[in-house]
């Protein structure tokens, strides 16, 4: 729950300190709550949250910390927020993502879930990676009684391993394939394949298209030998692995290096070569603010997104002086999180000085999104509830990080203090070694 009024929370038995309610945590009853009907308005005077004596010691006594209450403008109703989601909204996708168990991440996982390999191949390959096709062996340890003979050569028994890697249509075709890519083909397992290409981005990206596209082939291969029966098809394997490359060249971004050697390979697949994009040389500036409005440059870091985070905040004037800078060690959190926590802090901290007109400004342009459309995360959105209808004057924007690097000094100082431990320091401190600069020229590298 996030705390309004405190009319609508029930004192025992609603979650409104942290994921569980007094009642859960305290392991209490039905019985032993009969007749406790308090809610949480019983513990507020004028608006503010007053706990203490015995309340608090049966607080302390469990491990929700009284830090962790959200709270949102005292006149307001309490409402209720869904932990599982960063914003705080219901939904079935959020409920199944907290419930369900989640697999290691494997070493493959961050090739074949890639746009340049096709959704459906990527399953297939996935499900052979995964050792869940149904050969002969594995049938047989099933109990079903057949005779294991790889129905495409022969002169094996069926086992997946066979099928891949060490079948003769298996080891034609990796042949074939990595000849075309200059490179031996003898391998025998997937992580082996995808790295035998060194090269470019945009090689190494057709290569994996196309060892995916061979072990797909060679078992839809297998699949229709065995199921409409024929013979081993090798023009169709061919092709198919053609299908899949081409298929990656259309949908991949370049990264081709232009040398000759990769112009070669790029020949051989009949692709053209061509050369990368030209990345736009960017410029930005630090624009000061006018005269009267506070301008707050804030940065969020986050050692490992997630990991272990800080803020910084910069306050400067139409002068660009340093009015104040802050940074702030908030414990184990996401990139994300550490960027909207900071724009939060900024802001707060502009309202206790009485600074009303203020202009906001981060590299995040999720963050500056997320508060310019107001789709905050909970915690930050009840914080900002509480404080957004008190400034005269408040603007949000986006600059790039090249003109933002005084607040990433701070929320770097920041991710080096322990949680809710902080550093404020009246002007420019000795820490801040560079800084934006108004008539300065920046440019994105
Ligand atoms: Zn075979």
């Not at 394939?177 to 035998?196: L, T």
């Not at 299908?243 to 040398?259: E, L, Y």
Request: proline share 2%.
């Amino acid at each position: 729950m996030v705390i309004g009024n405190g009319h609508k929370t029930d004192l025992w038995r609603d979650a409104w300190i942290d994921d569980e309610s007094l009642k859960d945590s305290l392991q209490l009853q039905k019985a032993d709550l009969k007749g406790c009907r308090a809610k949480v308005c019983d513990v507020m005077i004028n608006g503010q949250m007053v706990l203490e004596g015995s309340l608090l010691d049966i607080i302390e006594e469990t491990d929700q910390g009284v830090h962790n209450i959200v709270r949102t403008h005292h006149e307001d109703e309490d409402y209720m927020v869904w932990r599982g989601d960063e914003k705080g909204k219901f939904s079935v996708a959020s409920a199944y993502e907290v419930i369900r168990q989640k697999g290691q991440k494997v070493a493959w996982h961050n090739i074949i879930w890639k746009n340049h390999i096709h959704p459906t191949s990527a399953g297939s390959v996935w499900k052979l990676i995964q050792g869940c096709a149904a050969t002969n062996d594995r049938l047989q340890k099933m109990g079903i009684q057949l005779a294991s003979q790889c129905q495409v050569c022969h002169e094996r028994a069926e086992t997946l391993d066979h099928l891949l890697w060490d079948c003769r249509a298996a080891k034609q075709l990796w042949g074939w394939a990595a000849r075309e890519f200059g490179v031996n083909g003898s391998f025998s397992s997937f992580m082996q394949a995808f790295k035998v290409v060194k090269h470019s981005l945009l090689i190494r990206t057709l290569w994996q298209a196309a060892v995916v596209g061979i072990a797909v082939s060679l078992w839809r291969n297998r699949n229709k030998i065995v199921f409409d029966g024929g013979r081993s098809n090798e023009a169709w394997l061919k092709m198919e692995v053609r299908r899949h490359i081409c298929f990656a060249d259309r949908v991949t971004k370049g990264g081709f290096t232009g040398s000759s050697r990769e112009e070669d390979i790029l020949a051989r697949w009949g692709l053209a070569a061509r050369v990368e994009e030209l990345k736009l040389r960017k410029e930005c500036k630090w624009y000061p603010p006018e005269a009267l409005v506070i301008k707050i440059n804030c940065d969020g870091a986050s050692k490992g997104n997630p990991g272990q985070a800080g803020l910084g905040c910069v306050f400067r004037d139409c002068h660009g002086f340093f009015l104040l800078v802050k940074a702030k060690g908030i414990g184990f959190a996401t990139n994300y999180e550490a960027e909207c926590g900071a724009i939060m802090e900024g802001l707060e901290e502009a309202v206790k000085r009485g600074w009303l007109k203020v202009w906001v400004e981060s590299d995040s342009t999720a963050a500056i999104q997320a508060f310019a459309h107001g789709s905050l995360p909970w915690r930050i959105a009840a914080r900002w509830k509480l404080i957004n209808s008190i400034f005269q004057f408040c603007l949000f924007s986006h600059n790039l990080r090249e003109a933002n690097f005084s607040a990433d000094q701070a929320a770097k100082k920041g991710a080096s203090l322990n949680l809710g431990e902080e550093l404020s320091e009246e002007g420019k401190p000795p820490w801040i070694v560079r800084w934006e600069n108004p008539d300065q020229v920046f440019v994105k590298a």
